[in-house]
């Protein structure tokens, strides 16, 4: 057997990678997920008390999920079984059922940890219920998309939800000094170019080691600039997956900062999802439909500009193309607001649905036959060009139904304009007595 890792240029002992080799031992020694691991977190509490309930552990790639796991079934003296939902089918689950149900029997409990337990369907996230319920397991399940859309309620029911959060800088920084003692060396790197390390991990802490690794094996006598680690580390592309969370988290957070006039986190925004590969005509759609909802009348060119924005990058296409969206998103964010159309719009949706059946009055409809003109269509309409004001002030509402009010203009940009004209007619209407 020697022989066959010598002739592969291996040895049978050779050393694990960086990031197992610093693997926590305690649950004290996780990094970044003090809020559940502290003295105080909900999952320390549950460890002191000797008693464990089954989780779902939510949170982006190298947080620690796997670990925790691992640790927990330490901790309380339970058999860990591993699956991951990748891999693994209902022969799998069924014959991990069977064992615990056996380690049961015999006086001992079971974690059984399912690594991206998302990927499981529905039918065979149901089948952990009675098992689940009765107590064979204790199921830690790891995901990195939201549980909410992801994992039936039956499940998640009987499981409690806890989020990890993202790495900071500072729980990565302790990443790095760790290394560092355990390779006996510091990082070969200036001090600007760790800080960009910390940068391209992305609050990944086993990418950071990863990394750091790399640096380490590099050998440099001299410590790299920013410029130097970026020729040596090739930039990964960013958490960011166009079918799921992420995507729907990122265009809101674009959309958001552009309702409230933030030009430049409305630009971040955009910039992040082109570079995680979003489409950019997705991007156009969502910005025309801010332009319509939250600019509104405030400044009516908006919706121009906003498929004008459209049109310019399918004739464009990227990479000049995007330089269009974010003159718009620039130009969206800058401009007064108003959602007055569209809160109108609902309104008058509702009330149509509440009055389906109702006539538009007589004097409004057109009368082209005789005996249309003898039941009254068309007589009392007053022409509005032939008012001296250009407003007759007539009822347009049916007969059935009391006036009301959907569009309130909110007095900002353009929509100031439309506003005194709308309240001069309110009060021409009200004067002839035809409110």
Same mark, same amino acid.
């Given at each position: 057997?020697?022989?066959?890792?010598?002739?592969?240029?291996?040895?049978?002992?050779?050393?694990?990678?960086?990031?197992?080799?610093?693997?926590?031992?305690?649950?004290?020694?996780?990094?970044?997920?003090?809020?559940?691991?502290?003295?105080?977190?909900?999952?320390?509490?549950?460890?002191?008390?000797?008693?464990?309930?089954?989780?779902?552990?939510?949170?982006?790639?190298?947080?620690?999920?796997?670990?925790?796991?691992?640790?927990?079934?330490?901790?309380?003296?339970?058999?860990?079984?591993?699956?991951?939902?990748?891999?693994?089918?209902?022969?799998?689950?069924?014959?991990?059922?069977?064992?615990?149900?056996?380690?049961?029997?015999?006086?001992?409990?079971? +974690?059984?940890?399912?690594?991206?337990?998302?990927?499981?369907?529905?039918?065979?996230?149901?089948?952990?219920?009675?098992?689940?319920?009765?107590?064979?397991?204790?199921?830690?399940?790891?995901?990195?998309?939201?549980?909410? *859309?992801?994992?039936?309620?039956?499940?998640?029911?009987?499981?409690?939800?806890?989020?990890?959060?993202?790495?900071?800088?500072?729980?990565?920084?302790?990443?790095?000094?760790?290394?560092?003692?355990?390779?006996?060396?510091?990082?070969?790197?200036?001090?600007?170019?760790?800080?960009?390390?910390?940068?391209?991990?992305?609050?990944?802490?086993?990418?950071?080691?990863?990394?750091?690794?790399?640096?380490?094996?590099?050998?440099?006598?001299?410590?790299?600039?920013?410029?130097?680690?970026?020729?040596?580390?090739?930039?990964?592309?960013?958490?960011?997956?166009?079918?799921?969370?992420?995507?729907?988290?990122?265009?809101?957070?674009?959309?958001?900062?552009?309702?409230?006039? &933030?030009?430049? $986190?409305?630009?971040?925004? +955009?910039?992040?999802?082109?570079?995680?590969?979003?489409?950019?005509?997705?991007?156009?759609?969502?910005?025309?439909?801010?332009?319509?909802?939250?600019?509104?009348?405030?400044?009516?060119?908006? +919706?121009?500009?906003?498929?004008?924005?459209?049109?310019?990058?399918?004739?464009?296409?990227?990479?000049?193309?995007?330089?269009?969206?974010?003159?718009?998103?620039?130009?969206?964010?800058?401009?007064?607001?108003?959602?007055?159309?569209?809160? $109108? *719009?609902?309104?008058?949706?509702?009330?149509?649905?509440?009055?389906?059946?109702?006539?538009?009055?007589?004097?409004?409809?057109?009368?082209?036959?005789?005996?249309?003109?003898?039941?009254?269509?068309?007589?009392?309409?007053?022409?509005?060009?032939?008012?001296?004001?250009?407003?007759?002030?007539?009822?347009?509402?049916? &007969?059935?139904?009391?006036?009301?009010?959907?569009?309130?203009?909110?007095?900002?940009?353009?929509?100031?304009?439309?506003?005194?004209?709308?309240? *001069?007619?309110?009060?021409?209407?009200?004067?002839?007595?035809?409110?």
């Amino acid at each position: 057997m020697a022989d066959l890792f010598e002739a592969a240029g291996l040895t049978p002992h050779a050393p694990a990678p960086l990031a197992e080799r610093l693997r926590p031992r305690r649950l004290d020694e996780v990094a970044g997920q003090d809020h559940l691991l502290g003295p105080e977190g909900p999952i320390r509490r549950m460890v002191d008390a000797g008693r464990l309930s089954s989780m779902i552990l939510w949170g982006p790639p190298g947080t620690g999920k796997t670990t925790i796991a691992r640790l927990l079934a330490e901790a309380g003296g339970y058999q860990l079984q591993s699956l991951s939902a990748v891999f693994s089918g209902v022969a799998d689950l069924k014959k991990a059922f069977e064992t615990a149900r056996a380690r049961r029997a015999a006086g001992q409990s079971t +974690l059984l940890f399912i690594d991206e337990i998302h990927r499981f369907n529905r039918a065979q996230q149901d089948g952990f219920l009675p098992f689940v319920e009765e107590g064979i397991v204790t199921l830690v399940g790891a995901t990195t998309e939201n549980p909410s *859309f992801e994992l039936n309620g039956a499940l998640l029911s009987r499981c409690q939800v806890y989020v990890l959060k993202r790495l900071d800088d500072v729980a990565l920084e302790a990443l790095l000094l760790k290394a560092e003692v355990a390779e006996g060396r510091v990082l070969p790197l200036e001090p600007e170019a760790r800080s960009a390390l910390l940068a391209l991990a992305d609050g990944d802490g086993r990418y950071l080691l990863t990394l750091a690794e790399t640096l380490f094996n590099i050998a440099s006598g001299q410590p790299l600039t920013t410029r130097q680690l970026g020729e040596v580390l090739q930039k990964r592309s960013p958490a960011y997956d166009k079918s799921r969370e992420e995507h729907y988290n990122l265009v809101s957070a674009l959309h958001k900062s552009i309702r409230g006039s &933030d030009p430049d $986190a409305a630009l971040y925004w +955009l910039a992040r999802m082109l570079a995680g590969g979003e489409d950019p005509l997705f991007i156009a759609r969502r910005l025309v439909r801010a332009a319509a909802e939250d600019i509104g009348e405030a400044d009516p060119m908006a +919706l121009v500009l906003a498929n004008a924005a459209k049109d310019t990058y399918d004739f464009l296409g990227s990479p000049e193309g995007e330089i269009a969206l974010a003159q718009l998103v620039v130009h969206l964010a800058s401009a007064p607001k108003s959602n007055a159309v569209y809160t $109108a *719009f609902t309104a008058a949706q509702k009330a149509a649905r509440e009055t389906g059946s109702l006539a538009p009055p007589a004097h409004i409809l057109n009368g082209p036959t005789r005996l249309m003109k003898d039941l009254g269509y068309g007589k009392g309409y007053a022409y509005d060009h032939d008012e001296d004001s250009g407003f007759s002030g007539q009822n347009y509402f049916p &007969d059935g139904m009391a006036r009301r009010t959907f569009y309130k203009p909110t007095g900002r940009g353009a929509e100031a304009r439309i506003k005194e004209r709308i309240e *001069f007619w309110s009060a021409e209407r009200d004067k002839r007595g035809k409110g």
